[in-house]
T-cell receptor, first 117, second 114 residues
Framework: GAVVSQHPSWVICKSGTSVKIECRSL??????MFWYRQFPKQSLMLMAT?????????EQGVEKDKFLINHASLTLSTLTVTSAHPEDSSFYIC?????????????FGPGTRLTVT | AQSVTQLDSHVSVSEGTPVLLRCNYS??????LFWYVQHPNKGLQLLLK??????LVKGINGFEAEFKKSETSFHLTKPSAHMSDAAEYFC????????????FGAGTRLAVHP
């Protein structure tokens, strides 16, 4: 089946620094990828929709200047958390529907756990 | 707007007994509905999906769900629980148009006891 990878799987950074998380579709192309955030014992909340070759679309309440998204190719989207603060500590998950399949078959990455100290 | 409500935050069953995880949805049109499972330290896995075909949907690992429009429900069931079924389960609705966004329910943690 289709595989989505994320790198790194976990990262610890100091407050005020930036951290980049990669999401790759390994065996399919994805013109769209989605980024979610999951706080402990909570559900997934959609942060933004990443579109290959164009600007990302952010959900209400998500700061686009803090969470920079770049979808540079059909297999890679990156999320950069800028000037991270402890409240940004969370589990970040990406998903991707194979090109042409809408949301009916979305494949999820294993997630990246970010801890900001 | 679309939304889903998972009626139980925790469900505990004994191994070999039936599983019922409840989900109600709200949608202004015929929705697409999904159940995903999240095991610790693993990515989300699609259990099954409803996309306006048969109302009784069979998924992986013996799970199934029935779409009931009159009750706006999409409950997940399994006849006999296995220890490996212990995980977090999410009921999900898809929004309309283009590459659809997924709206997740709050999740139900299933515990399976020997």
């Amino acid at each position: 089946g289709a595989v989505v990878s994320q790198h790194p799987s976990w990262v610890i950074c100091k407050s005020g620094t930036s951290v980049k998380i990669e999401c790759r579709s390994l065996d399919f192309q994805a013109t769209t990828m989605f980024w979610y955030r999951q706080f402990p014992k909570q559900s997934l909340m959609l942060m933004a929709t990443s579109n290959e070759g164009s600007k990302a679309t952010y959900e209400q309440g998500v700061e686009k200047d803090k969470f920079l998204i770049n979808h540079a190719s059909l297999t890679l989207s990156t999320l950069t958390v800028t000037s991270a603060h402890p409240e940004d500590s969370s589990f970040y998950i990406c998903s991707a529907p194979p090109r042409g399949q809408g949301a009916y078959e979305q494949y999820f990455g294993p997630g990246t756990r970010l801890t900001v100290t | 707007a679309q939304s889903v409500t998972q009626l139980d935050s925790h469900v505990s069953v004994s191994e070999g007994t039936p599983v019922l995880l409840r989900c109600n949805y709200s949608s202004s049109y015929s929705p697409s509905l999904f159940w995903y499972v999240q095991h610790p330290n693993k990515g989300l896995q699609l259990l099954l999906k409803y996309t306006s075909a048969a109302t009784l949907v069979k998924g992986i690992n013996g799970f199934e769900a029935e779409f009931k429009k009159s009750e706006t429900s999409f409950h997940l069931t399994k006849p006999s629980a296995h220890m490996s079924d212990a995980a977090e389960y999410f009921c999900v609705v898809s929004t309309s148009g283009g590459y659809n966004k997924l709206i997740f329910g709050a999740g139900t943690r299933l515990a399976v006891h020997p």
